[in-house]
């Protein structure tokens, strides 16, 4: 976990690293500063997070493109059927790649791109269900749907790029700047819940409903949040969205084992297809150019007999 053999605390630094992966502190000087003390660590938060509006700032950024993103998906599937919005809400997917091309500078290949969009189909068919019949009648309007979709589908590719690029473009610590990022969204949200259920909250108390469970959810959300910045900071939003397409899959494979759930055609033929779209994302790219030398040269040495 630590750079050579020059730190005379690697145990300690270890212990508090926890599940950092282990290119987290030897490629980063300052995240060991910060992680391997906890006066460091609070020196550390005073220094970015207090001490620091402008940060704080460019980290509210995503949290509230996060928050339209969500308002932006409730209203969509709103004034949507359910399957138009599944099929319609994995625009994100590609949207994601190209914001990535776009604002980081990356280059994708062909097969990548291929891969992006079977990747796209595959967690649609996975997550397929049949319209079902319903009486109940509601008043939809599709074009302010579609609208709100699209403005969806931005939002995600350009938060999720844009947390990435403030993540990669210094150096200080994924923790610290996980909290920047919370601290903003955390405002946000209490924002909207008050202004939403502000008197439910006034007579029953903020955490009325709160059970183990729901805290339990809670925790597993934080935690799984935590992993997503680490996958963010240390490959890509790409890979971030095919492996929460394999998620998807592992969720519903655990479903059919413990709840008895019954697998579809479209499950499986959508779980071919994300495996697939994996399988041809993590291909490393080939130079042709040597090949296509090599046929140029054949067809030379052809021409010249």
Same mark, same amino acid.
């Given at each position: 976990?630590?750079?050579?053999?020059?730190?005379?605390?690697?145990?300690?630094?270890?212990?508090?690293?926890?599940?950092?992966?282990?290119? /987290?502190?030897?490629?980063?000087?300052?995240?060991?500063?910060?992680?391997? =003390?906890?006066?460091?660590?609070? @020196?550390?938060?005073?220094?970015?997070?207090?001490?620091?509006?402008?940060?704080?700032?460019?980290?509210?950024?995503?949290?509230?493109?996060?928050?339209?993103? =969500?308002?932006? /998906?409730?209203?969509?599937?709103?004034?949507?059927?359910?399957?138009?919005?599944?099929?319609?809400?994995?625009?994100?997917?590609?949207?994601? @790649?190209?914001?990535?091309?776009?604002?980081?500078?990356?280059?994708?290949?062909?097969?990548?791109?291929?891969?992006?969009?079977?990747?796209?189909?595959?967690?649609?068919?996975?997550?397929?269900?049949?319209?079902?019949?319903?009486?109940?009648?509601?008043?939809?309007?599709?074009?302010?749907? !579609?609208?709100?979709?699209?403005?969806?589908?931005?939002?995600?590719?350009? /938060?999720?790029?844009?947390?990435?690029?403030?993540?990669?473009?210094?150096?200080?610590?994924?923790?610290?700047? =996980?909290?920047?990022?919370?601290?903003?969204?955390?405002?946000?949200?209490?924002?909207?819940?008050?202004?939403?259920?502000?008197?439910?909250?006034?007579?029953?108390?903020? !955490? !009325?409903?709160?059970?183990?469970?729901?805290?339990?959810?809670?925790?597993?959300?934080?935690?799984?949040?935590?992993?997503?910045?680490?996958?963010?900071?240390?490959?890509?939003?790409?890979?971030?969205? !095919?492996?929460?397409?394999?998620? $998807?899959?592992?969720?519903?494979?655990?479903?059919?084992?413990?709840?008895?759930?019954?697998?579809?055609?479209?499950? /499986?033929?959508?779980?071919?297809?994300?495996?697939?779209?994996?399988?041809?994302?993590?291909?490393?790219?080939?130079?042709?150019?040597?090949?296509?030398?090599?046929?140029?040269?054949?067809?030379?040495?052809? $021409?010249?007999?």
């Amino acid at each position: 976990m630590t750079p050579g053999g020059g730190s005379g605390r690697p145990r300690r630094a270890r212990r508090a690293c926890g599940s950092v992966p282990r290119g /987290a502190v030897g490629n980063h000087g300052r995240p060991k500063r910060e992680t391997g =003390n906890l006066g460091r660590f609070k @020196a550390s938060l005073r220094e970015n997070v207090l001490g620091s509006p402008k940060e704080l700032m460019k980290l509210s950024v995503p949290s509230l493109v996060y928050a339209v993103q =969500n308002n932006m /998906a409730f209203l969509a599937l709103s004034n949507l059927d359910a399957a138009v919005y599944q099929v319609t809400y994995q625009l994100k997917i590609p949207c994601t @790649a190209l914001c990535t091309v776009l604002m980081l500078n990356r280059t994708l290949s062909k097969l990548q791109w291929i891969s992006v969009f079977m990747l796209c189909g595959g967690v649609t068919l996975v997550q397929w269900k049949p319209a079902q019949a319903t009486k109940v009648v509601v008043e939809q309007n599709p074009l302010l749907g !579609f609208g709100a979709i699209a403005i969806a589908v931005l939002c995600s590719g350009f /938060a999720g790029v844009y947390f990435e690029k403030v993540l990669k473009s210094s150096d200080t610590s994924l923790w610290v700047r =996980n909290i920047q990022m919370y601290l903003s969204g955390i405002v946000v949200t209490l924002v909207g819940v008050y202004l939403s259920d502000g008197a439910e909250i006034k007579e029953k108390g903020f !955490f !009325f409903g709160y059970t183990y469970y729901v805290w339990f959810v809670i925790l597993l959300a934080s935690v799984g949040g935590l992993y997503t910045s680490i996958v963010v900071k240390y490959t890509d939003n790409i890979m971030k969205g !095919f492996s929460a397409a394999a998620a $998807i899959v592992l969720s519903t494979v655990a479903s059919v084992m413990l709840f008895g759930l019954q697998i579809t055609l479209t499950f /499986a033929l959508g779980t071919l297809l994300v495996c697939v779209s994996i399988y041809l994302y993590g291909l490393p790219r080939q130079d042709t150019t040597s090949i296509q030398q090599g046929e140029t040269d054949s067809k030379e040495r052809v $021409i010249g007999v």
